[in-house]
């Protein structure tokens, strides 16, 4: 939660921390504060790991190995090189480097669930980790490596600074290692204690920090897609019948009713609210079942919205430690097949919203259907107009519903085949970020287009809503003839609607929605 007294903090207390906060610490820089009952439940949990070290009590990763080597005991130690090899040897990824935004919300994650006490951290070594965020130093991660059963290989890039060694940027600049970023602001790297090394790898925190900035967005391109349908509607002359109270009661289907009223809501005030106004009776179905299609996608959301404020409030420390019971508790919580599956759900819902926006572009396009020049062409012109647009937009379907479709729920078994399953949230996140991209590019065309769609129509009164909306976006869009190339038009509304700010002051589901 932001601290009220410093707007540019936000306050990491016990099972408090929401998407939004995450969103906060990782795309606008905001520093973390730890809470008087953070800093307190860190200090017991570590001092009752202290505690059952001292009674012999066999604890796993501590006393013994990790993984398949968990029948192998070892020596309990606070020396940090046995902490440090444990992250040395895992922090073993490939591919792209994460952004700076996704590997600050992943440690941003990881922090706000220490909080909790669960895992046993040295309070040195939580604090360096809130140094860390604080002074901008931003591990190099790459997203290639973690299967989402704990997500060992990009906590291990990021832990790997705390012991000297890794790849960082300070305040965005160069690449040094860890003792050089802390050397750099003046701070020592901290000691390790005897579960610090497993306490920082283990956590499938690098999917949550993945999956609160995709959630985010995607709230936000809910946003942008029904503003660019209720400026297709304006196009096209839509029947607005099924999104009437009337007929959404008739049938009220998830999400459904909560499209129709941001729809209408930009649409009040227009001529085609005007009985009569319609172009036909019934309207294609990417048009007419448009509220129904988004809604869907937004009860897919609001369900994995939920998951990942579960993970927020909740430890998936394996072992647990539980200083109110003063107990260690061995358990499978790291695994997030629940955020998975939500995840895919959604991923699969933004697939059908793109089939239906694709269409509705084709349809703004078509003289049999739209009664506007084919192509939306200037009158004398080539008769070229858009045409070569949709193939762009064909093209942004294809990649949306392939990074759409769900990975296989088998791999490969590793460690002796005692970890034998994966949720596999990671990579999906990282398709699904691929995905939110061409979402906002198909929704920056059919924008585009509907405005080009409007322009050719009789004139009209337009709603309140979709008239700023074209008066804020007009001048983005190409003018035919042509002038410029239409992809300098396409990146400039993309980067309009992706501005968290762009769409808030249109009303057009508020933010918890």
Same mark, same amino acid.
């Given at each position: 939660?932001?601290?009220?007294? !410093?707007?540019?903090?936000?306050?990491?207390?016990?099972?408090? #921390?929401?998407? @939004?906060?995450?969103?906060?610490?990782?795309?606008?820089?905001?520093?973390?504060?730890?809470?008087?009952?953070?800093?307190?439940?860190?200090?017991?949990?570590?001092?009752?790991?202290?505690?059952?070290?001292?009674?012999?009590?066999?604890?796993?990763?501590?006393?013994?190995?990790?993984?398949?080597?968990?029948?192998?005991?070892?020596?309990?130690?606070?020396?940090?090189?046995?902490?440090?090899?444990?992250?040395?040897?895992?922090?073993?990824?490939?591919?792209?480097?994460?952004?700076?935004?996704?590997?600050?919300?992943?440690?941003?994650?990881?922090?706000?669930? =220490?909080?909790?006490?669960?895992? &046993?951290?040295?309070?040195?070594?939580?604090?360096?980790?809130?140094?860390?965020?604080?002074?901008?130093?931003?591990?190099?991660?790459?997203?290639?490596? @973690?299967?989402?059963?704990?997500?060992?290989?990009?906590?291990?890039?990021?832990?790997?600074?705390?012991?000297?060694?890794?790849?960082?940027?300070?305040?965005?600049? &160069?690449?040094?290692? &860890?003792?050089?970023?802390?050397?750099?602001?003046?701070?020592? =790297?901290?000691?390790?204690?005897?579960?610090?090394?497993?306490?920082?790898?283990?956590?499938?925190?690098?999917?949550?920090?993945?999956?609160?900035?995709?959630?985010?967005?995607?709230?936000?391109?809910?946003? @942008?897609?029904?503003?660019?349908?209720?400026?297709?509607?304006?196009?096209?002359?839509?029947?607005?019948?099924?999104?009437?109270?009337?007929?959404?009661?008739?049938?009220?289907?998830?999400?459904?009713?909560?499209?129709?009223?941001?729809?209408?809501?930009?649409?009040?005030?227009?001529?085609?609210?005007?009985?009569?106004?319609?172009?036909?009776?019934?309207?294609?179905?990417?048009?007419?079942?448009?509220?129904?299609?988004?809604? &869907?996608?937004?009860?897919?959301?609001?369900? @994995?919205?939920?998951?990942?404020?579960?993970?927020?409030?909740?430890?998936?420390?394996?072992?647990?430690?539980?200083?109110?019971?003063?107990?260690?508790?061995?358990?499978?919580?790291? !695994? /997030?097949?629940?955020?998975?599956?939500?995840?895919?759900?959604?991923?699969?819902?933004?697939?059908?919203?793109?089939?239906?926006?694709?269409?509705?572009?084709?349809?703004?396009?078509?003289?049999?259907?739209?009664?506007?020049?084919?192509?939306?062409?200037?009158?004398?012109?080539?008769? #070229?107009?858009?045409?070569?647009?949709?193939?762009?937009?064909?093209?942004?379907?294809?990649?949306?519903?392939?990074?759409?479709?769900?990975?296989? /729920?088998?791999?490969?078994?590793?460690?002796?085949?005692?970890?034998?399953?994966?949720?596999?949230?990671?990579?999906?996140?990282?398709?699904?970020?691929?995905?939110?991209?061409?979402?906002?590019?198909?929704?920056?065309?059919?924008?585009?287009?509907?405005?080009?769609?409007?322009?050719?129509?009789?004139?009209?009164?337009?709603?309140?809503?979709?008239?700023?909306?074209?008066?804020?976006?007009?001048?983005?869009?190409?003018?035919? /003839?042509?002038?410029?190339?239409?992809?300098?038009?396409?990146?400039?509304?993309?980067?309009?609607?992706?501005?968290?700010?762009?769409?808030?002051?249109?009303?057009?589901?508020?933010?918890?929605?």
């Amino acid at each position: 939660m932001t601290d009220h007294s !410093d707007s540019q903090s936000v306050l990491l207390a016990p099972g408090q #921390t929401g998407i @939004a906060d995450i969103e906060r610490i990782a795309l606008t820089g905001h520093k973390v504060l730890l809470s008087a009952q953070a800093s307190a439940n860190i200090e017991a949990g570590h001092a009752c790991l202290l505690h059952h070290i001292a009674a012999g009590a066999t604890i796993y990763g501590v006393n013994t190995g990790l993984g398949a080597n968990v029948d192998t005991p070892r020596q309990p130690s606070t020396a940090s090189a046995q902490q440090h090899s444990i992250i040395w040897a895992r922090a073993s990824g490939a591919g792209p480097s994460a952004t700076n935004a996704q590997v600050r919300a992943m440690m941003a994650v990881r922090l706000a669930r =220490l909080t909790l006490g669960r895992s &046993g951290i040295s309070p040195a070594v939580a604090t360096a980790l809130a140094t860390m965020l604080n002074n901008n130093i931003t591990p190099v991660v790459p997203l290639v490596g @973690a299967l989402s059963e704990g997500d060992l290989a990009p906590m291990a890039h990021i832990a790997s600074i705390l012991t000297g060694k890794g790849h960082a940027s300070v305040a965005g600049k &160069g690449r040094v290692s &860890g003792a050089e970023a802390f050397a750099q602001i003046g701070i020592p =790297l901290p000691a390790l204690g005897p579960k610090d090394g497993l306490t920082l790898i283990s956590t499938n925190s690098a999917s949550i920090g993945l999956a609160c900035l995709n959630l985010g967005s995607i709230h936000r391109l809910m946003r @942008a897609h029904i503003a660019a349908l209720a400026l297709s509607c304006e196009g096209f002359c839509a029947n607005l019948s099924p999104f009437q109270p009337g007929s959404v009661h008739l049938r009220p289907a998830s999400g459904q009713m909560e499209v129709s009223y941001a729809l209408l809501g930009l649409l009040d005030g227009g001529t085609l609210n005007h009985e009569g106004s319609a172009r036909r009776l019934q309207d294609p179905i990417s048009f007419r079942s448009a509220a129904s299609i988004a809604g &869907g996608a937004l009860e897919s959301l609001q369900q @994995a919205q939920r998951a990942v404020e579960l993970e927020l409030s909740s430890s998936d420390d394996n072992p647990a430690i539980v200083a109110e019971t003063n107990s260690i508790i061995p358990n499978g919580n790291f !695994d /997030p097949t629940h955020v998975a599956v939500a995840v895919d759900a959604l991923h699969l819902a933004l697939a059908r919203v793109a089939a239906a926006t694709g269409e509705r572009i084709m349809k703004m396009m078509s003289p049999s259907l739209s009664g506007l020049p084919r192509f939306l062409a200037e009158p004398g012109g080539d008769g #070229t107009g858009f045409a070569p647009v949709q193939k762009t937009v064909a093209a942004l379907v294809a990649e949306i519903v392939h990074d759409a479709t769900p990975l296989p /729920p088998v791999v490969i078994p590793v460690a002796e085949r005692v970890e034998d399953y994966a949720s596999l949230l990671f990579p999906a996140l990282c398709h699904g970020k691929r995905l939110i991209s061409r979402m906002y590019e198909l929704s920056a065309i059919e924008i585009m287009v509907a405005v080009r769609a409007i322009v050719l129509r009789p004139p009209v009164c337009l709603g309140a809503g979709t008239q700023a909306l074209l008066d804020r976006l007009g001048s983005l869009c190409p003018q035919l /003839p042509l002038e410029h190339p239409v992809a300098d038009n396409i990146a400039l509304l993309t980067q309009a609607i992706e501005h968290p700010d762009f769409l808030a002051s249109f009303g057009i589901l508020a933010d918890g929605e």
